[in-house]
């Protein structure tokens, strides 16, 4: 026998190729649709152009190079000096120049106009499904400015440069940079959510109000991305919990004393650092009114959570992509899988669940465009926490659902269902866990009753054009006039506003076989896992238009 019968095993055969150079966007039919409808069809050729980036081979191999090599702390250099450096890979720093380059850390903010919040949210869309950990330090530069507005000479100063098209990396003062990056430092080990526990003292340099300098004494739990160029931070003053902005380093070029004690070790999102992090007496400026920081910080988090709305729908697409191309290319048990009656129900479930969500989140970029429209405002305040609540908590078994599909070779590390996997489960806990989702949707309609009002006026845009949809919005209606145990409850509630919401888009926007797929399988006798949908549901066509049309 020769070396060559001995080398040769087996002919590779029936191993679908991998997913790339292909158009992200132009293989994605809802989300051109969406795109037009709501606003933002005046950018199409560039999230065009951007698709095609976000689809290529070399780019998609940035993703897993970013996760691959995780970020490496050094309190101190060698000779004993404190630095606090973390250190990235290469990838991660082209992702965030690619990010910060095409506007999504700013474009609605430096170039408003209608459309901008969708025209954003599509690109970010996008480019989320390459990678997800560079977007936490993205969101945080794109929601500071809403908070700062609070106060006009920081946002002045400062402003300018968050808003730049300029990315730079390098640990030096601000005052060296054309473009500056900015994080939160709002957790605390003994509170948690309930940020009111805060310890972390602020005691004025001089004078004290709004603008004025402080020094910061405490401990923050979880610092995401510590080599942002500042933070917003909330301590406590003689007038109760203020928010301030609290650079890297000072005016005069010296380190502030913002030291880090350790990296989280993350299951997900790796390749973002997070941190814990103590303030020895760091140098920040009050924003906004002593006393009222979560007042003032709390339009920061409003963002934060809707881009992690924007993090799960695009991690369901991707999933979702992954699956149905899988099963495009792989044969079994004597047929293409994608043909398969069964395979078929998972594959339409997956999709199903995957365009509501994309739906519902252009919906609400829609919203944030048109904030002086009392209706939209009203819209925008009780469904962010809605999605945020929803499509946040129903991606971890989307993904699982996903990785199964593509079976053994989705739970390599190789295979990007592995990282969609690990990543799911991180956008339902950060920027308010579910329960704080439900609690501020009852607050909402505590404080502004009249948010109920727009969320119906939204969902009965589609009354009459589904059964299962009119019946669950009596029921809804019925349900939320009944104030007894409404926080015991409140879990119940937010399910069914927010699957009323999508099916009411749904109807109006999408291909009747998507619309009547959703209702007949969510609203009903809905079955217990993906891939249990009731007869008459037509997968082939719900398949066939989540594809990547390559």
């Known amino acids: 026998m020769t070396d060559k019968f001995y080398a040769n095993t087996h002919q590779v055969e029936n191993v ?118 560079h977007g936490c330090p993205i969101t945080m530069t794109f929601a500071a400015i809403p908070a700062l507005r609070h106060q006009p000479n920081l946002l002045a100063e400062y402003g300018p440069r968050i808003l730049a098209r300029s990315y730079d990396s390098r640990n030096c003062p601000m005052h060296d940079k054309q473009g500056l990056t900015i994080g939160m430092a709002m957790t605390e080990k003994q509170g948690g959510s309930d ?25 923050k739990w ?3 991305a510590p080599m942002s160029d500042a933070f917003l931070v ?42 814990e992090v103590e303030l020895r007496g760091a140098l920040g400026w009050m924003v906004g009114e002593e006393g009222r920081g979560v007042r003032t910080i709390i339009e920061m988090v409003a963002a934060t959570r809707y881009d992690c709305l924007i993090g799960s729908s695009a991690g369901m697409r991707q999933a979702t992509v992954q699956a149905i191309h899988h099963c495009e290319h792989r044969q079994a048990f004597g047929a293409t899988l994608v043909k398969q009656p069964l395979m078929q129900n998972l594959l339409a479930d997956l999709a199903l669940e995957s365009e509501a969500a994309m739906v519902f989140m252009m919906r609400m970029a829609r919203a944030m465009d048109q904030q002086t429209d009392e209706h939209e405002k009203l819209l925008a305040r009780i469904a962010t926490p809605i999605g945020k609540y929803w499509i946040c908590k129903r991606a971890p078994n989307h993904a699982y ?13 190789t295979h990007i269902m592995a990282r969609l996997y690990r990543e799911a489960p991180i956008n339902a806990i950060w920027e308010g866990s579910g329960n704080v989702q439900c609690l501020d949707i009852l607050r909402a309609l505590e404080k502004q009753p009249e948010v109920l009002q727009a969320y119906f006026t939204e969902v009965e845009k589609a009354a009459g054009e589904n059964a299962q949809l009119d019946k669950m919005v009596r029921e809804l209606k019925v349900a939320l006039n009944d104030t007894h145990e409404l926080p015991y409850r409140a879990r119940q509630l937010a399910d069914r506003l927010a699957l009323a919401l999508q099916a009411s888009l749904l109807i109006q926007y999408a291909p009747n076989a998507v619309a009547d797929g959703f209702c007949a399988s969510r609203l009903g006798d809905a079955s217990w896992n993906y891939g249990g949908m009731p007869k008459g549901v037509d997968c082939a066509s719900i398949v066939e238009r989540s594809r990547a049309h390559i």
Request: overall charge negative; glycine content about 10%; hydrophobic content about 40%.
């Open 222 to 224: 979880f610092v995401s």
């Open 16 to 133: 679908p190729p991998p997913l790339e150079n292909y158009n992200a966007f132009a293989a994605d039919v809802a989300l051109k649709e969406a795109l037009e409808r709501e606003g933002g069809g005046w950018a199409s050729q560039d999230v065009q152009a951007f698709g095609s980036l976000c689809g290529s081979a070399a780019y998609i191999a940035l993703g897993m190079q970013a996760n691959a090599y995780i970020p490496n702390l050094s309190t101190h250099d060698r000779v004993g000096n404190r630095v606090d450096f973390v250190e990235y890979h290469p990838a991660y720093h082209q992702l965030m120049q690619t990010s910060i380059e095409q506007g999504l850390h700013s474009s609605p903010w430096s170039a408003p106009q209608v459309g901008a919040h969708v025209a954003r949210a599509a690109k970010y869309y996008l480019h989320t499904q390459v990678e997800a950990g």
């Open 401 to 413: 659902e996903a990785m199964e599909v593509i079976g053994g070779t989705g739970v390599m590390e």
């Open 234 to 275: 909330l301590a406590q003053t003689e007038q109760g919990l203020s928010c301030f902005f609290v650079p890297r380093w000072r005016p005069d070029g010296s380190k502030n004393p913002m030291q880090i004690q350790q990296l989280k070790n993350k299951m997900g999102n790796v390749s973002n650092a997070s941190s």
């Open 195 to 219: 940020v009111r526990l805060n310890t972390t003292r602020a005691f004025p340099v001089g004078a004290t109000g709004p603008g004025e300098a402080y020094e910061l004494l405490g401990h």
